[in-house]
């Protein structure tokens, strides 16, 4: 298991697109579940996405009901990097976004390794 680091967040405007980052310093990273939380202000964390390795070029992927259609998680092992594209934003997106990663893990948690979060805020 490695620590993880986002990067990619930043001020867009509403319908707009963002795509957040998620990598690691070693390849054992692309064998860990690697899920994608955010929190917004006042809110709780929740879930939004989480991407497994099945082998090959094989991922499967789970996605929380309010960004299904709009979000898409996807990895690049040669990279040890995992995306978050983000499209058609909303207000209701404005969240300090972080990627966690777990070996063992379910697509919903536990996770084991935190990044320390990406600022997206969706504004007009």
């Known amino acids: 298991q490695v620590q993880p680091v986002e990067s990619g967040g930043g001020l867009v405007q509403p319908g707009g697109s963002l795509r957040l980052s998620c990598a690691a310093s070693?390849?054992?990273?692309?064998?860990?579940?690697v899920g994608w939380f955010r929190q917004a202000p006042g809110k709780e964390r929740e879930f939004v996405a989480a991407?497994?390795?099945?082998?090959?070029?094989?991922?499967?992927?789970e996605y929380a009901d309010t960004v299904k259609g709009r979000f898409s998680i996807s990895r690049d092992n040669s990279k040890n990097t995992v995306y978050l594209q983000m499209n058609s934003l909303k207000p209701e997106d404005t969240a300090i976004y972080y990627c966690?990663?777990?070996?063992?893990?379910?697509?919903?948690?536990?996770?084991?390794?935190w990044g320390q979060g990406t600022q997206v805020t969706v504004s007009s």
């Open positions: 966690a990663a777990g070996v063992q893990t379910t697509m919903r948690g536990p996770y084991n390794f």
């Open positions: 070693e390849s054992t990273f692309n064998r860990e579940t």
């Open positions: 991407i497994k390795w099945l082998g090959g070029l094989s991922n499967y992927a």
